[in-house]
């Protein structure tokens, strides 16, 4: 048992030791040559007015850029409500008629 | 569940009208302002949320019966749909706005973004109508 408990520690620190190795191998926040600056965010910063007329460039990335992604949230929230009804509202029935 | 205090219902009472129409304020203006359809939806909500937590669960459920909350909450989805079908009528593809050919208008007016703003009343509605529905389900269950 004690090995055991040896063990997971040795394990925990050195999947600690990777992560934090990982974590300060990272680009320092906002730098400009960060990977994160690609062409799609000159895209969205250069050309969003331009392509959809919108002023708050939020919007314009979540109801146009990503208007497909938008339907199905709406539709993870439908879900969410036709859940919660189904098991509050439905079970209700189902204990009555039992 | 139900709370006799004067006071709250009062103020919910004054306060409920700019409550709403804020919500469709930050709605409406989702494409020249901060904010939009997400927001605007939650703070529409909050309004009949505040409405049935001072009045009790009954009247709110009389001015918002379950039958138009569900409604909402399916025709908001449709209508969204249904505008992304535009886009393929044009032959473009699914939800296109502008390759669809609809007219930009004037940015910084609330008519400008084409079909964005109609997109956002429907995505607007739908948030409002799922979260009066999960507090009323979930207040009527506990009760």
Redesign the interface.
């Known amino acids: 048992m004690k090995l055991r408990n040896l063990l997971v520690v040795f394990i925990a620190i050195s999947a600690l030791y990777v992560m934090l190795g990982a974590v300060a191998e990272l680009p320092p926040y906002g730098a400009p040559d960060n990977p994160t600056f690609n062409q799609l965010t000159e895209r969205y910063i250069g050309k969003a007015?331009e392509?959809?007329?919108?002023?708050?460039m939020?919007?314009?990335i979540?109801?146009?850029y990503r208007?497909?992604d938008?339907?199905f949230e709406?539709?993870v929230?439908?879900t969410?409500?036709l859940a919660?009804?189904v098991a509050?509202?439905l079970g209700?029935g189902m204990g009555d008629r039992k | 569940m139900k709370i006799r205090d004067l006071i709250l219902k009062r103020i919910t009472t004054l306060v409920l009208p700019f409550i709403q129409v804020y919500g469709f304020y930050v709605i409406f203006h989702g494409q020249i302002s901060p904010g939009g359809s997400f927001a605007g939806g939650i703070i529409v909500a909050l309004g009949f949320i505040a409405y049935a937590t001072a009045f009790g669960t009954e009247e709110g459920r009389a001015v918002l019966p379950e039958k138009v909350t569900i409604s909402a909450e399916s025709y908001g989805t449709l209508w969204y749909a249904l505008l992304g079908m535009v886009g393929i009528v044009k032959g473009v593809p699914f939800l296109a706005n502008k390759l669809a050919g609809i007219d930009l208008g004037v940015p910084g007016t609330i008519s400008s973004g084409g079909l964005i703003a109609l997109l956002g009343i429907g995505v607007g509605i739908r948030v409002a109508s799922t979260m009066v529905t999960l507090f009323f389900t979930m207040l009527e269950e506990e009760v």
């Open positions: 007015l392509e959809t007329g919108v002023l708050n939020v919007t314009a979540v109801l146009d208007a497909y938008t339907m709406t539709i929230l439908f969410a409500a919660v009804m509050l509202k209700e």
